[in-house]
């Protein structure tokens, strides 16, 4: 099950469970679409992987598996 990671590593925006513009990648790294496009052109900076959206979980899963509160904030490692 995906952890749903609250916001971008590089620009600290929320994104919240339900956002269509959360992108990860294979590693659950969690990055903005602006970010993940300009930023990053698609590629994680961490893994060298690529960066794709996230999935939304449905409304009745989240209550009972709900995302993760932990931040991950990383600007100085958000390059491409």
């Known amino acids: 099950m995906l952890i749903l990671k609250p916001g971008c590593e590089c620009c600290d925006r929320d994104l919240p469970p339900d956002s269509a513009e959360a992108r990860i990648c294979t590693f659950e790294c969690t990055f903005c679409a ?26 009745d899963k989240l209550a009972k598996f709900p995302a993760s509160t932990e931040r991950v904030f990383k600007p100085d490692g958000c390059t491409a």
């Open 34 to 59: 602006d970010c993940a496009e300009m930023r990053l052109n698609g590629i994680c900076p961490n893994c060298g992987g690529n960066i794709v959206p996230r999935p939304i979980r449905p409304a």
